[in-house]
């Protein structure tokens, strides 16, 4: 059974720092790309970053650039994500989620305006809620 189960979240005050992970089990691959979504109350869900498992390819939106960092440990199957500097605008429910068909982070870095990018993904995490307070 394929299984993505988040860990990390909480409650900080702005300009602080949280490190998410995401624990995979239940396949193997190559190569894929383990992707982190958030999801903010009466907003849709974005995606925020990508990194493939071989660490060939590695994928931020805009608003988090130089603030998070993504980064793989493949022994342990469990990709982190480091969140830096964080603002009460980064308060969302914090996804994992799996593409077993990609080598690659080109569906985050130019989404298709035909398939909605969140149908690319094969299995998500439960979730875990980051709170940042001002």
């Known amino acids: 059974e394929v299984q993505l189960v988040e860990s990390g979240g909480g409650l900080v005050q702005a300009g602080g720092s949280l490190r998410l992970s995401c624990s995979v089990s239940?396949?193997?691959?190559?190569?894929?790309?383990i992707s982190w979504f958030r999801q903010a109350p009466g907003k849709e869900r974005e995606g925020i970053s990508c990194i493939t498992r071989s660490g060939g390819d590695s994928y931020y939106l805009d608003s988090v650039k130089v603030r998070f960092t993504v980064s793989s440990d493949n022994a342990k199957n469990t990709v982190y994500l480091q969140m830096n500097n964080l603002k009460p605008e980064d308060t969302a429910v914090y996804y994992c989620?799996?593409?077993?068909?990609?080598?690659?982070?080109?569906?985050?870095?130019?989404?298709?305006?035909?398939?909605?990018?969140?149908?690319?993904?094969?299995?998500w995490g439960q979730g875990t809620q980051v709170t940042v307070s001002s």
């Open positions: 239940g396949f193997i691959f190559d190569d894929y790309a």
């Open positions: 989620a799996v593409d077993l068909s990609a080598t690659d982070c080109g569906k985050l870095r130019s989404p298709s305006t035909v398939i909605p990018i969140l149908k690319w993904y094969d299995y």
